[in-house]
Nanobody, 119 residues
């Protein structure tokens, strides 16, 4: 019902910045909340940040003060501005959208974009 494509990942030095993008297409009118998650090899998938349907945002303690989630409703885009990057931020970052059904919300995921902090 929706397709999500992440972009903007890459290699960055510690202390550097990146901005990730997630482009949504399809039945975008049914999208409610959108989230960023990340997953490093051998580790559990970790929730990073969320923007709610009303526009409020939440960030995980591990990224609070460094990362900022935002959403451009007119362009159906989700962003994650990442500053002061650390080695432990290295992971595949995935975009998730919650779609409203008749009385339930179904989750849709992008394939992810790799962020590597090294140097």
């Amino acid at each position: 019902q929706v397709q999500l494509v992440e972009s903007g990942g890459g290699l960055v030095q510690p202390g550097g910045s990146l901005r990730l993008s997630c482009a949504a297409s399809g039945d975008i009118s049914r999208i409610r909340n959108m989230d960023w998650y990340r997953q490093a090899p051998g580790e559990e998938r970790e929730w990073v940040a969320r923007v709610n349907v009303g526009g409020s945002t939440n960030h995980a303690d591990s990224v609070k003060g460094r990362f900022t989630i935002s959403r451009d409703y007119s362009k159906s885009m989700l962003y994650l501005q990442m500053n002061s990057l650390k080695l432990e931020d290295t992971a595949v970052y995935l975009c998730k959208a919650g779609l409203m059904g008749s009385n339930q919300i179904a989750d849709y995921w992008g394939k992810g974009t790799q962020v590597t902090v090294a140097g």
